[in-house]
C-alpha cells in the first residue's frame, strides 16, 4: 500500500516541479530579458518571494517520496525511483549551489535604479543553470512516469 501512494507523490512532485521550472524557461526568463536592467533587478525581486520558500519544500519532498518509493520496490521500479531521486536531488544542488547565490545578489540590491559599480548582468548565467534544472527535472518526470506505468 505505501508503494503506491509513495509513487503517486514522486510523480506529482517531479510533474510540479518540472512544470514550474519549464514555465519559467517558457515564459519568465524571455520576458526578465527583454527588460531594462533596473525593472529587471525590481521584478526578479517581486518573483521570488513566494518560489523560494515553497520550490525547495516542493523538490525535496519529491526527492525523498522517491527514495522510499525506491526503499519499497524492488526491480526496475526500484531503479527507476532511485534514478529519479538523484536527478531531482540534482535540480536541488543547481538550484542551491547556482541559481540561489545570484538570486541573493539581485535581492541585495537596495534600489534597481541605482546599481553598484561592479555590478554584471547575471542573467545569461541564471538562465544556463535554470536550463539544466529544468533539462534534470523533465529527466526525473519521465523517470518517474516510466516507474509509475511499469509492469
Known sequence: MKAPALGILALTGSGI????LFAVALSVLPALFAMPTSTYVYAHQLLG????????????????????????????????AAVAAVLLLGVSGVSHLANVPINRRVKAVEDPQVLPGDWSDPR????????????????????NGLAATWH
Do not use: E
Open 17 to 20: 516541479t518540472a512544470g514550474v
Open 49 to 80: 518571494r513566494n518560489w523560494d520558500p515553497t520550490m525547495p519544500v516542493v523538490v525535496l519532498s519529491s526527492t525523498l517520496a522517491d527514495v522510499l518509493w525506491a526503499v519499497f520496490n524492488t526491480g526496475s521500479v526500484r531503479t527507476l
Open 124 to 143: 545569461p548565467l541564471w538562465r544556463r543553470w535554470h536550463l539544466l534544472r529544468t533539462a534534470l527535472a523533465a529527466v526525473a518526470l519521465v523517470v
